[in-house]
């Protein structure tokens, strides 16, 4: 017989990280200790208060059972909770917020939530691939909004034509940004809110490195912004601020309509976080160790320091970002984003991220992950240096 799947993915870009696994795979093969930079996944470990109360939680039968779909009311109130003191709006836990098997879960599902075919949704260029797999899963049509480092990587909204801001249905952001480490202040999504608002836009903000900050830099919330309550949601997540990827589990918080439709399409899809990981959740969100993550930044700080540091002293442009654990550096002259990225795993077994692997508007910069210990970075740096680019 012959297997046919859908259409749907051949809409994906070719996958451009296969090629760098399979180069990978050769040079561990050939004995190479491999520093890997590639993933922004934390290398801290989740805080031993919230992994005790996950096995207190797990022992409980109670919840062994399926989860509410929407989450605990105990885990939307906290997540409201923990929103209110740190950004300042106000919540209904239960109209307003709804638990989610990770941030990347939501994000995915809320454009099945609001697209229809022929829809544009405006997407950030480079950005975090999912909004635009959710997007043409969808039968959207992806418009980029070419993120440029002389705007501080953040879109233009004036250069929008009128007709596709008339088509466009949603609009993606992502501050404190992956993969650029671009950050914005409040004006900014005052901007981005009264665009959407004048054309009829949801706006969807992906808020995963809120926490992820240095330097007294204080990430703000879309729902800053007047008028945003209108067309907005907000992603958040517990993957980075608590280093908790594994556990999978996030929220999104705002416009009721709004979170009750992605309601809708995942009480179709699945069947919620397991309890005993919302009550882990709800422990980390209520605090009791705001130390620890102070500590972690700290930690991530002192890395980017040495990273930025140590990529200048070698001609690499790079700026130290006020958030995120990510460093967005210009590739030396001669290279694109992957034929640099192809030299520095080959020849200095260093994996790095080429920028185009998220968006055509990527290509001229790496990025690094932060979440290896210094000692890596200044090791991954000397392999680099010697390659006398
Ligand atoms: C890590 C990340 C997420 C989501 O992570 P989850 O683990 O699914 O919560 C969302 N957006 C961006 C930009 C990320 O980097």
Redesign the pocket.
């Known amino acids: 017989m012959q297997l046919k799947t859908a259409t749907r993915l051949t809409l994906l870009p070719p996958y451009l990280f296969a090629e760098l696994d399979r180069l990978k795979k050769e040079v561990m093969a050939k004995g190479v200790d491999v520093i890997s930079l590639g993933i922004?996944?934390p290398d801290l470990p989740t805080p031993q208060h919230i992994v005790e109360s996950l096995q207190r939680a797990a022992t409980d039968p109670k919840n062994h059972r399926y989860p509410d779909y929407e989450g605990l009311e105990s885990f939307r109130r906290a997540a409201a909770n923990w929103y209110q003191r740190r950004f300042g709006p106000k919540f209904d836990p239960q109209r307003e917020v709804c638990a989610?098997?990770?941030?990347?879960?939501?994000?995915a599902n809320f454009s099945t939530a609001v697209v229809d075919p022929g829809d544009i949704v405006l997407i950030p260029d480079p950005?975090?691939p999912?909004y635009y797999s959710g997007c043409v899963f969808n039968g959207g049509e992806p418009y980029f909004m070419v993120l440029r480092k002389e705007n501080g990587f953040v879109p233009d909204f004036d250069a929008i034509p009128d007709e596709v801001a008339r088509r466009a249905r949603l609009m993606w952001l992502?501050y404190p940004?992956?993969?650029t480490g671009a950050t914005v202040d409040r004006a900014f999504f005052d901007k981005a809110v009264r665009f959407c608002l004048r054309h009829n836009i949801i706006l969807a903000h992906?808020n995963?490195?809120s926490e992820i900050a240095y330097d007294g830099y204080r990430a703000p919330s879309v729902f800053e912004a007047d008028g945003a309550r209108e067309c907005a949601v907000e992603?958040?997540?517990?993957?980075?601020t608590f280093s908790?990827?594994g556990?999978?589990?996030?929220f999104v918080l705002g416009n009721a309509e709004l979170v009750a439709a992605l309601g809708k399409v995942k009480t179709n899809y699945d069947s919620g976080v397991f309890q005993a990981v919302q009550e882990a959740a709800i422990t980390g969100l209520e605090g009791g160790d705001g130390d620890k993550l102070a500590e972690y930044c700290a930690v991530y700080k002192e890395r980017r320091d040495l990273l930025v540091g140590a990529l200048r002293s070698i001609g690499i442009k790079c700026d130290p970002p006020r958030a995120?654990f990510y460093i967005w550096a210009e590739v030396p002259k001669g290279y694109s984003s992957v034929s640099f990225t192809e030299r520095v795993l080959k020849e200095a077994g260093v994996v790095i991220t080429p920028g185009s692997g998220f968006g055509k508007g990527g290509e001229g910069f790496v990025r690094f992950s932060l979440t290896v210990p210094s000692e890596r970075l200044k090791e991954a740096v000397a392999r680099i240096k010697a390659l006398r680019l």
């Open positions: 922004g996944d989610l098997i990770g941030s990347k879960e939501g994000i950005g975090y999912v992502g940004n992956n993969p992906d995963a490195y992603f958040h997540s517990l993957s980075k908790m990827t556990w999978r589990v996030g995120t």
